[in-house]
T-cell receptor, first 114, second 116 residues
């Protein structure tokens, strides 16, 4: 089992550029979550999907952020245009259905916007 | 609104001693799950222990146990016989769903340092 796969591991970009983060969840998992981690704000839930459908995107900070899940095996988080304050670690996590189910996390993407 | 509170930003414990990390939560759901994760300096998120809202027994996993007090809405993590490798950030998380879809949110975390 490969686990949750995120790419890239590290991304350095300049302010104003478009950034796309990718996530492949574990096969068979119904839920996919995107989190952003910073020292100041901790782990923030940005958006989550159930069976590829976005359920709650109230954590997405601005219209510059968008997320898609075109199929059960792939999701993207896009920032356009990027700003220095977007610098953070972005985690993707997936899980089966059920309140007793733990999240399986990817390794995260360390994003630096210069 | 903050739904999970971890009041200890940083904690120190002597090696081989026990330590309790606090977590309080707020929910109107009757059915929910509580989780603890460990994040070492390498950055990965490691699942430690789970407690269901209907579980009558406190959860235990090796050196980890969860002191669950439902009426107080607290789910404190107890680590027994601390080891140097326990030095990490610890996050309390809750899985609930006001609209029948599950949402998982995290507390701000506690940084634990184990002193030799």
């Amino acid at each position: 089992d490969a686990g949750v796969i995120q790419s890239p591991r590290h991304e350095v970009t300049e302010m104003g550029q478009e950034v796309t983060l990718r996530c492949k969840p574990i096969s068979g998992h119904d839920y996919l979550f995107w989190y952003r981690q910073t020292m100041m704000r901790g782990l923030e839930l940005l958006i989550y999907f159930n069976n590829n459908v976005p359920i709650d995107d109230s954590g997405m900070p601005e219209d510059r952020f968008s997320a898609k899940m075109p199929n059960a095996s792939f999701s993207t988080l896009k920032i356009q245009p990027s700003e220095p304050r977007d610098s953070a670690v972005y985690f993707c996590a997936s899980s089966p259905q059920g309140r007793n189910e733990k999240l399986f996390f990817g390794s995260g993407t360390q994003l630096s916007v210069l | 609104a903050q739904k999970i509170t971890q009041t200890q930003p940083g904690m120190f414990v002597q090696e081989k001693e026990a330590v309790t990390l606090d977590c309080t939560y707020d929910t109107s759901d009757q059915s929910y799950g509580l989780f603890w994760y460990k994040q070492p300096s390498s950055g990965e998120m490691i699942f430690l222990i789970y407690q269901g809202s209907y579980d009558e027994q406190n959860a235990t996993e090796g050196r980890y146990s969860l002191n669950f007090q439902k009426a107080r809405k607290s789910a404190n993590l107890v680590i027994s016989a601390s080891q140097l490798g326990d030095s990490a950030m610890y996050f309390c998380a809750m899985r609930e769903g006001e609209t029948s879809y599950d949402k998982v949110i995290f507390g701000p975390g506690t940084s634990l340092s184990v002193i030799p």
